[in-house]
């Protein structure tokens, strides 16, 4: 008896982790890739713009740094070094280089994961159909404190596929 329970504790321990195993590999491998995928596109697509706004603010820089040392016979004013970076990349293309550039730097680590997620809610739809199924198919149970989380994501999964089927009306 006690061999039978044993076993039969093992084979709900495998099953568990077994069912962990193949949400985290279609978590990572599926719907994280494809947004990583996405995100690397995306940042190859917009690579031509960043490094043309790059060229243009390098090139003011430069006079900037060229520009020469306030003597004591001679002072150099900001109209000067402003006219003479004008000469090379107008005011206007300067300014919408830095902006381009800007949009490109995320100010902290949160935009980071900000930005992260957002692109993983915009490709939960390559996964949509699975997680559904898989919330058909498997009985998630959980603790009291994780019985809400269960119970959002059984009433998220119908109401996705609800809306896939068409509008439910009780007239």
């Avoid at 995928?37 to 713009?49: F, H, V, W």
């Amino acid at each position: 008896m006690r061999q039978a329970a044993t076993l039969l504790a093992t084979v709900r321990h495998l099953e568990t982790a077994s069912i962990d195993d193949a949400l985290d590999l279609l978590i990572t491998s599926n719907l994280l890739a494809k947004a990583e995928r996405a995100g690397e596109a995306e940042q190859l697509r917009t690579l031509p713009k960043l490094g043309s706004a790059a060229r243009h603010v390098a090139s003011a820089m430069e006079i900037v740094m060229n520009a020469p040392q306030p003597t004591e016979d001679r002072l150099v004013s900001l109209a000067e070094v402003w006219n003479e970076i004008e000469r090379v990349v107008p005011r206007g293309k300067l300014t919408v280089a830095v902006e381009v550039i800007a949009s490109f730097v995320l100010e902290t680590d949160d935009d980071a994961a900000e930005a992260w997620r957002a692109e993983l809610v915009k490709r939960y739809r390559t996964v949509q159909q699975c997680i559904e199924l898989l919330l058909e198919t498997i009985e998630f149970r959980a603790v009291e404190a994780g019985r809400p989380l269960v119970f959002a994501c059984v009433t998220a999964a119908s109401c996705s596929s609800s809306r896939q089927r068409g509008p439910h009306h009780d007239l």
